[in-house]
């Protein structure tokens, strides 16, 4: 057993660490300081969405050494809010307080090349894909793959960024130089295939080795940004089944303690392939928040102290939408008429709105998918159309 894995429960009381100021950092703090944890943030970003509900906020460089070693010596525990925190920052503070989940993971889920390489490799399904240094790979791997594929960055892509459709020879210098990869640069030709819906699940692992899946969420996007999830996901009992399955297998070939999300294409004949994975809670698992016996944070806050998952179970059906920017360009949004449509809000504590910038989400409980997809979506419409 690992030194991580044989400590005793850190028992509320206990001061946890979180690396990234974000929102997920926030949700997670809130679900902490609710079980009667302190919470500390570090962040380069002052006031930052996880610092403002924190206990303290340490505002420094991921690569200052000396403020890592003065987190270590306020927390006793640590876990990430986003996975592009540098894996020699996990590192570093692993040889002084657990950390989970570990650098191991973080260095396969922050790099799409390793992240499919690992996932091949271990026999999941995933996207035919090329390595590509220059303009000259993406056109051999395109024709490889037989034409029409996504060029993407290796690394720092979310929410669509960093990545390019491209069609033809002709197109892959001007993607190349689109997503400004440079002579040096490296990225992943996947081969594009054409998938129904996508859908996604969200696993806690805690270190004595429990699994506890949620059930699947089912995703719809606008812009390459999520836009709506549902629960239960509008799928086959046995593609549900298959899809927890293979997200529970993942997060054990990865030995990860933590929260796992993966994210799958359901193309013709309702086959699965595994589109990307984050290490953390995810923006699709929001509705467990209020619609599931242990939100995905509070199964975040569970494991990193050593306690045991809780119950996943789905309490009623339920729908999220997302708040982007775009709401304020014409104003302050209008909240009473929204939330008289029965649904929970939750803003994440940002200045500044701007046009794709995740502010908040709102989430509708019904009798019925349907029922809650549609108030939710009323309910957003309302932030911004007088009348409705």
Not at 142 to 167: C, F, S, V
Not at 245 to 262: F, H, K, P, R, T
Not at 284 to 306: K, N, P, W
């Amino acid at each position: 057993m690992s030194a991580a894995t044989d400590r005793a429960p850190l028992e509320p009381g206990a001061t946890l660490g979180v690396l990234g100021g974000g929102q997920l950092g926030r949700m997670f703090t809130l679900a902490a300081r609710s079980m009667g944890y302190r919470v500390h943030s570090y962040s380069p970003a002052a006031q930052s969405p996880a610092g403002q509900v924190a206990d303290r906020e340490w505002v420094f460089a991921y690569e200052d050494a000396d403020a890592l070693r003065r987190f270590s010596e306020a927390v006793d525990a640590v876990t990430i809010e986003f996975e592009n925190v540098p894996v020699a920052t996990l590192e570093a503070l692993a040889e002084r307080v657990p950390v989970r989940p570990g650098s191991r993971v973080l260095a396969v889920a922050q790099n799409r090349l390793a992240e499919k390489t690992f996932l091949e490799g271990q026999g999941f399904p995933v996207t035919s894909f090329r390595r590509a240094r220059g303009p000259d790979d993406v056109a051999r791997a395109l024709a490889e793959l037989g034409g029409d594929a996504i060029l993407k960055t290796a690394g720092a892509g979310y929410d669509g960024k960093g990545q390019a459709r491209i069609e033809d020879a002709d197109a892959a210098a001007a993607a190349w130089a689109t997503l400004g990869l440079g002579p040096a640069g490296e990225a992943i030709v996947e081969a594009f295939v054409p998938f129904d819906r996508e859908v996604s699940v969200v696993v806690a692992r805690g270190v004595s080795g429990a699994v506890v899946p949620f059930d699947v969420f089912e995703n719809h996007h606008e812009r390459h940004i999520l836009d709506v999830t549902c629960c239960p996901a509008g799928i086959a009992p046995a593609l549900a089944e298959r899809a927890v399955e293979l997200a529970c297998e993942v997060l054990v070939a990865l030995d990860v303690v933590g929260v796992l999300c993966v994210e799958f294409f359901v193309g013709p004949g309702d086959a699965l392939r595994i589109n990307e994975i984050a290490p953390r809670p995810h923006n699709s698992g929001h509705l467990t928040i209020d619609a599931c016996a242990t939100s995905q944070f509070e199964q975040q806050v569970r494991v990193l102290c050593g306690l045991p998952p809780g119950s996943s179970r789905l309490l009623t059906p339920a729908a999220m939408v997302n708040l982007l920017g775009d709401l304020w360009s014409e104003g302050t949004p209008r909240w009473a008429a929204a939330l008289a449509r029965d649904v929970k809000l939750h803003l994440y504590g940002k200045a500044e709105a701007r046009p794709g910038r995740k502010m908040g989400h709102l989430t509708a409980l019904a009798t019925t998918v349907a029922e809650a997809r549609a108030r939710a979506l009323q309910a957003r419409r309302a932030l911004v159309e007088p009348g409705v």
